[in-house]
């Protein structure tokens, strides 16, 4: 009888034991843009395979700026559609004109509804992912940028939301006076009103490996972009741990998975991200604390 108890009491140590090694869910995002073709054909459909998938909140990517909604819904019902899913709205990615081009005016009244469009999601970041033409054909063009993002980030923080911009591989790879062109913007925009959302593989693709930017620029990327050829960590380029070695450095805030080819049928290939870094020993549970 008691060696019997002993074997029963072993088993389930055992048990516990395996259950305590299985990862917890972690604080992962998704970029909605990642499965874009899939939202357009059911929106709620695809955000039940995002929460399906293990992702905890989503970055959208489907502002319409003329009629103020969200993938063909208002702010609010977009929020409590996700909420439902037990996805929370943390981030939104919204091109505006051209400061170039428009006049000033028109820039901040644009921005201005922007801003008001978007506290009704609820979010707590928003990011402009690229510029127009003008920003890459001289320095004054990419200048007359940086001022306007600096007003933006200043109105931005006096609604509560931060704002930030998204590079790719031109940022990098274009060069005024013998300064990099990433370098001028993080050098002409204020901490304060503005941070980086560094998309690591784009970086990487522009010959400026995302570490290199970390450590330069310490407090200045409150948001990632974490992104391969295809699923995360599948080509084995990329050293996600060593980026994220450098995320309490770096003023890390989010990390959003953000995917633009797939090996395998979307659904599937999102999950296959999101496993590989939720089993990552070296990725944490929340930086948002």
């Not at 989503?58 to 319409?64: I, K, R, S």
């Not at 370098?183 to 490996?209: C, H, R, Y």
Request: proline share 3%.
């Amino acid at each position: 009888m008691k060696s019997k108890f002993l074997i029963m009491v072993s088993l389930a140590a055992l048990g516990f034991a395996s259950c305590a090694q299985e990862p917890v869910q972690k604080e992962i995002g998704l970029q909605l843009y990642s499965i874009r073709d899939q939202i357009g054909e059911d929106l709620e459909t695809s955000l039940d395979a995002v929460a399906e998938a293990g992702y905890t909140f989503v970055e959208m990517a489907g502002y319409n700026a003329q009629e103020g909604t969200f993938y063909g819904l208002s702010g609010a019902a977009f929020k409590e559609l996700c909420n439902e899913k037990e996805l929370d709205v943390i981030s939104s990615h919204i091109n505006g004109p051209d400061p170039n081009a428009a006049t000033w005016e028109e820039c901040m009244a644009w921005w201005d509804k922007a801003i008001q469009d978007h506290l009704e999601t609820g979010v707590s970041y928003i990011v402009q992912p690229s510029m127009w033409r003008s920003a890459y054909e001289s320095v004054e063009g990419l200048a007359r940028y940086c001022e306007l993002f600096n007003a933006v980030g200043e109105k931005c923080n006096n609604a509560g939301i931060r704002f930030g911009y998204h590079n790719h591989a031109h940022e990098f790879t274009t060069v005024f006076d013998e300064v990099v062109m990433y370098d001028f913007m993080l050098q002409n925009t204020d901490p304060e009103k503005m941070f980086f959302q560094i998309d690591v593989f784009w970086s990487q693709v522009g010959g400026a490996p995302a570490v290199d930017y970390l450590d330069k620029y310490p407090g200045r990327f409150e948001l990632w972009h974490v992104k391969d050829d295809k699923e995360i960590g599948a080509s084995g380029k990329i050293d996600f741990k060593a980026i994220y070695e450098r995320a309490s450095i770096s003023g890390l805030k989010y990390a959003i998975v953000e995917q633009e080819a797939f090996d395998m049928l979307p659904f599937e290939s999102i999950k296959a991200s999101y496993d590989f870094l939720n089993k990552a020993p070296y990725v944490n549970n929340s930086y948002s604390d």
